[in-house]
């Protein structure tokens, strides 16, 4: 069974060009804007992040509260200065990790095979 990918970003656009790097063939991929999130829960998010204080960013805190959701990895995709990105409470958490903008795909890849098996 594949993996569930839930790619979340305001502009459709966005969305589209992250899930084309996903490699397909073992990962079910789904598009979301953040107040559409899927009922049931994905494996892994990748969240396009453009900016602080935005709808991206107040999706990631909620799904860091809610102990349902706080340990489902989440990839961020961003343009932000790292000190901006290091500087949110949520920076800390070994179950998010950074890519920077503009995404390769080798990077994302490698990035959501580590956030999926961290031991490996």
Known sequence: MPTSVAVVASDARARERL???IPNDSFSI???APDGIPQEMPNLFIIALPALETPEEQLI???RANEATANIPIVIASALP???LQSVP???DWTI???EEPVKAAELADTIRFLLNPDA
């Open 19 to 21: 899930a084309a790097l």
């Open 30 to 32: 789904s598009l979301h």
């Open 61 to 63: 805190e909620r799904l």
């Open 82 to 84: 790292m000190v901006h």
């Open 90 to 92: 949520y920076a800390a």
């Open 97 to 99: 990790a950074v890519v």
